[in-house]
């Protein structure tokens, strides 16, 4: 007899079969074919699915000075409501996290009010000696200015100095000068650079939201095993005609041309990540020109819609939204696999609905996909065993632990 029983579609070795999953101390005990018991059993419906909770390995979830951006416990609540159990949370905050005493701010701060489990990052610009006092879970580099305006002047060197993986918003900080609409030459020669030296120091690094056929063609042709990368749903489903006619898809890097879209897509089976780069920022400071687009509600969505157009399988989405991250980034209690945490959730691939962004969690009230109708919803959110999200409702209060990672 487990604590929980879930019933229901399941994927099992690589295949969607009808089964079991036994639950106990918030770990998978089990997965069965056959019937097992439960003190408590969750059975799914018509149309429905038990996929594991995303790991989404790029957000901002602002807080410290930007509350009226958004906060830890209103970005993690949208977390939950998307169907995501980890986020990766950024450091490109206000203030930055740098120095020793921020990051222990940061750590007290999720430890308190995060509702999904996390990860803890650190910021490199020039400070390695502060960097070497912390032990974060991932780092993260800026090659040129993004939200923030803090950039790194020798990547290289504070690349050598990160002691686990690096994620790098590669765009070149002197091509951006020189082109502020930011082409696709500033992303490429910034993803050139990061590979000559990932090549050289053979350290593990993240390339952030590739946006362009450039910059994708040239981290496939390298094949550096240590380098793996993320794509957004953004660069995935918009362009820059969308922007033209709504410049509040202001994001850096840009939206690109159909042609950059459709080589993602194209290559969609090789891009090992899916994450959202959710930026929330207010309508008066979007209006401004701030850069950024939230993501955290709509991105299982808009792939689940995917799937229906079959753009894309379910076990791509599950292998690039949840066990590819947890692999690359070394988390030793996240996957799919007895012994690891249960985060899961329960997903109608064929309910429709519409996105109506003030029924979102996130401060940031306003979508892309604002009246866009989706095939494919989120209907639980189970977390180290608890339920927390049912029918867009949050149930209970923060209860989100850091990730562990493997020591390497």
Not at 149 to 154: D, Q
Not at 327 to 348: R, S, W, Y
Not at 378 to 385: N, P
Request: glycine share 8%; with cysteine.
């Amino acid at each position: 007899m487990y604590e929980t029983v879930i019933k229901g579609k399941l994927i099992l070795s690589g295949r969607v079969l009808d089964g079991y999953i036994g639950i106990e101390d918030g770990k998978i005990a089990r997965f069965s074919k056959g019937e097992i018991k439960g003190e408590n059993c969750i059975k799914t419906k018509s149309h429905e699915i038990v996929l594991p909770g995303m790991i989404d390995v790029h957000v901002h979830l602002r807080d410290f000075g930007q509350k009226s951006k958004e906060t830890v416990e209103s970005g993690t609540k949208a977390a939950l409501h998307g169907g995501i159990t980890t986020v990766f949370d950024m450091p490109n905050t206000m203030p930055p996290i740098m120095d020793l005493d921020t990051f222990k701010a940061r750590e007290n701060l999720m430890k308190r009010k995060s509702y999904v489990d996390y990860a803890l990052s650190f910021l490199i610009a020039g400070n390695c000696e502060e960097a070497q006092k912390i032990n974060p879970d991932f780092y993260k580099i800026f090659m040129g200015a993004s939200t923030g305006g803090i950039y790194s002047k020798n990547f290289e060197e504070d690349y050598k100095c990160a002691k686990r993986i690096v994620s790098v918003h590669a765009e070149d900080h002197e091509l951006i000068q020189k082109f502020p609409e930011r082409p696709n030459v500033v992303e490429f020669r910034a993803i050139e650079r990061a590979l000559k030296i990932a090549e050289s120091t053979k350290k593990p690094l993240n390339i952030c939201h590739v946006s362009t056929k450039e910059g994708l063609n040239s981290i496939l042709k390298k094949n550096l095993p240590w380098v793996s990368f993320e794509v957004t749903p953004h660069h995935l489903f918009l362009t820059r005609k969308d922007y033209i006619h709504n410049n509040m898809l202001k994001v850096y890097p840009p939206l690109r041309s159909k042609s950059d879209r459709d080589f993602l897509w194209s290559n969609i089976a090789k891009i090992p990540i899916i994450a959202s780069d959710h930026a929330p920022h207010t309508i008066e400071d979007k209006e401004n020109g701030s850069a950024g687009i939230p993501g955290l509600e709509t991105e299982l969505a808009l792939l689940f819609d995917a799937y229906n157009k079959g753009l894309i399988s379910i076990f791509q989405i599950v292998e690039k939204t949840s066990l590819n991250p947890a692999k690359i980034f070394g988390i030793k209690n996240k996957g799919l696999e007895v012994g690891k945490d249960a985060d899961l959730i329960i997903v109608n691939l064929k309910e429709e609905w519409k996105v109506k962004p003030e029924d979102f969690y996130t401060k940031a009230k306003w979508s892309p996909w604002e009246d866009k109708k989706l095939k494919g919803k989120v209907k639980m959110t189970i977390l180290r065993g608890k339920l927390v999200m049912e029918d867009n409702e949050i149930i209970g209060k923060p209860g989100g632990e850091r990730i562990e990672i493997e020591k390497g």
